[in-house]
């Protein structure tokens, strides 16, 4: 089970983090991802990562603006984002799936949250 929290409303420029809690039993063999859909437009991978390494990937749409990290503790998979941009406005998913190679493709992941609503208004 995935959850998120942490969307909003927020001015354009402005910082957010989005936090997804995690349950499962065996993290150290998944890797989980941020996505992100706007009205009318394809799921889009932002960022992931492999649970049991922290090794990262980034898409370049958000390089160097939005940082995705892990609390192994907490079960907690964290987005960190500045610099919203109005473009930045959706639907923020988390997902997760069996395998530590992270994909860039919604359709490898089999475990979803409900997802956050992030607004950025210019």
């Known amino acids: 089970q995935l959850l998120e929290s942490g969307g909003g409303l927020v001015q354009a420029g402005s910082s957010l983090t989005l936090s997804c809690t995690a349950s499962?039993?065996?993290?150290?063999?998944?890797?989980v991802a941020w996505f992100r859909q706007a009205p009318g437009k394809e799921r889009e991978f932002l960022a992931g990562?492999?649970?049991?390494?922290?090794?990262?990937l980034i898409s370049d749409s958000v390089k160097g603006r939005f940082t995705i990290s892990n609390d192994g503790a907490k079960n907690v998979l964290s987005l960190q984002m500045k610099g919203l941009k109005p473009e930045d406005s959706g639907i923020y998913y988390c997902?997760?799936?069996?395998?530590?190679?992270?994909?860039?493709?919604?359709?490898?992941?089999?475990?979803w949250g409900q997802g956050t609503q992030v607004t950025v208004s210019s």
């Open positions: 499962w039993n065996d993290p150290d063999t998944v890797s």
């Open positions: 997902a997760a799936r069996a395998g530590r190679l992270v994909q860039t493709s919604p359709e490898y992941y089999g475990l």
């Open positions: 990562l492999n649970w049991k390494t922290s090794s990262t």
